[in-house]
C-alpha cells in the first residue's frame, strides 16, 4: 500500500490549509500539492511544493518589472525560442520538490543526476517498513538478446512463477531477520545502520527531491525514454503528468523538441542533404558506424 490511512488524513489535513499569497500559482499545480501518484506497487510521487510558471522562464529570459507576459502566443513563442536554442538558465527559474518513495535500485539510478537537492529517509535513525518491490507478471523479463543493458521478452509459465517466489521469499526472510536483529527482547538488539545491510535493493525508501526545471528536463529527457528501466521510467512519465499542468508552454516545447526530436551529426546532415538531392546513401558510403546508421535510418524512417 503507497499510503497508509493515517498518511492520507495527513495530506486530507494539509491540502485543508488555504494560504494567500502575491507569487505566481497555477490551477493545475494547486490541484496536485500534496497529493500521492501512485507508482509500481508501493511507491507514489507527491508534489510538496513549487515555484514559477510559464510566466516566469519569460521574465527571466526579459528580465522584466512585471510578469514578462506579453501575449500568451508570444510567451509559447519565446519559449520555444529558449528550448529550441538550448537556453537553459530562463528554466532554471522555476522549481519543484516532490516527496517521491520508490525501491532503492531505483533510487541509485535516479541519485546519479546531481544537479538537485535530496533529503532521504534516515535507516539509521528509523526502522524501515516491510515494503518491497515485486514487479507485477507482465513485468517479469528474460535478459534481452539484442541489448546487453535491457530486457526481453516476458518470462512465462512455471519460470515467471519461480522467479516471483525468490523474489516474495528473498525479502520476506531478509525483512524477518533485520526484525529479529534490531529487536531488543532478550538482547541488546544490533544498531539499525547496522542490520539494514542486509536488506535487499528492492525494499522501498524515500526522498524529497528539489530540482529546477532544465535539470527536471534532462532527468525526464533520460528517464522517461525508452531505453531507461521500465521502474524508473514510471516514475518520469508520472512527473511528466506533473510538469505538463504546472508549465503547459515549457512541456509542450519540451515534448516537440527533446522527447520528440532528433539529434543529427554533422555526417547526418550531410547524408540528409544528399538524400534530398535523390542520392543513394548507404551506410558504406555515409562515413558511419553500423550503429550510427542504425540510429540515423531510425530518426530519418528508413
Ligand atoms: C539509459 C541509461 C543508462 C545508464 N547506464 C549507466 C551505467 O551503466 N553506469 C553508470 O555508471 N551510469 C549509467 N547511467 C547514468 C548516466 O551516466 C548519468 O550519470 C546519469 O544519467 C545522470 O546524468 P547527468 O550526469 O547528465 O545528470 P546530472 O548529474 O543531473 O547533471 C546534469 C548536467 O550537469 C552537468 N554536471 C553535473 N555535475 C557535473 C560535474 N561534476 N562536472 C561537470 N558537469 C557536471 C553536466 O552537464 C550534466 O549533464 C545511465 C543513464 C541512463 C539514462
Request: charged residues 25%.
Amino acid at each position: 500500500m503507497p499510503i497508509s490511512p493515517e498518511q492520507a488524513q495527513e495530506i486530507a489535513d494539509a491540502r485543508s490549509q488555504q494560504n494567500t499569497t502575491m507569487r505566481a500559482t497555477v490551477p493545475g499545480m494547486e490541484q496536485h500539492l500534496y497529493t500521492a501518484h501512485e507508482v509500481l506497487d508501493h511507491g507514489f510521487i507527491r508534489v510538496i511544493d513549487y515555484m514559477g510558471d510559464d510566466s516566469a522562464i519569460c521574465q527571466a529570459a526579459r528580465v522584466s518589472y512585471g510578469k514578462g507576459t506579453k501575449s500568451v502566443q508570444n510567451d509559447e513563442g519565446l519559449i520555444r525560442y529558449l528550448m529550441r536554442h538550448w537556453h537553459s538558465t530562463p528554466f532554471e527559474m522555476c522549481e519543484i520538490k516532490l516527496h517521491v518513495k520508490l525501491p532503492v535500485f531505483v533510487a541509485r539510478q535516479w541519485i546519479r543526476h546531481r544537479t538537485a537537492n535530496v533529503n532521504e529517509y534516515s535507516a539509521r535513525y528509523s526502522i524501515l517498513d516491510r515494503e518491497f518491490y515485486i514487479p507485477a507478471p507482465e513485468h517479469i523479463n528474460a535478459q534481452s538478446v539484442v541489448n546487453n543493458q535491457g530486457r526481453g521478452q516476458i518470462l512465462e509459465g512455471e519460470e515467471a512463477a519461480r522467479v516471483l517466489e525468490i523474489l516474495k521469499a528473498d525479502s520476506t526472510r531478509a525483512y524477518d531477520n533485520y526484525e529479529a536483529m534490531i529487536s531488543d527482547e532478550g538482547q541488546d538488539g544490533l544498531a539499525r545502520e547496522l542490520a539494514r545491510m542486509n536488506l535487499p535493493a528492492n525494499i522501498y525508501t524515500q526522498w524529497y527531491w528539489k530540482v529546477d526545471l532544465h535539470n527536471l528536463f534532462h532527468f525526464l529527457r533520460l528517464r522517461a525514454d525508452s531505453h531507461a528501466q521500465y521502474e524508473i521510467r514510471v516514475y518520469a512519465d508520472a512527473i511528466c503528468k506533473v510538469v505538463a499542468d504546472w508549465v503547459p508552454a515549457a512541456y509542450a516545447a519540451f515534448k516537440d523538441y527533446r522527447l520528440g526530436g532528433a539529434q543529427l551529426s554533422g555526417k547526418g546532415v550531410d547524408c540528409l542533404r544528399r538524400m534530398l538531392k535523390g542520392e543513394d546513401v548507404t551506410q558504406e558510403t555515409s562515413g558511419m558506424s553500423k550503429g550510427e546508421w542504425r540510429e540515423f535510418m531510425g530518426v530519418v524512417g528508413g
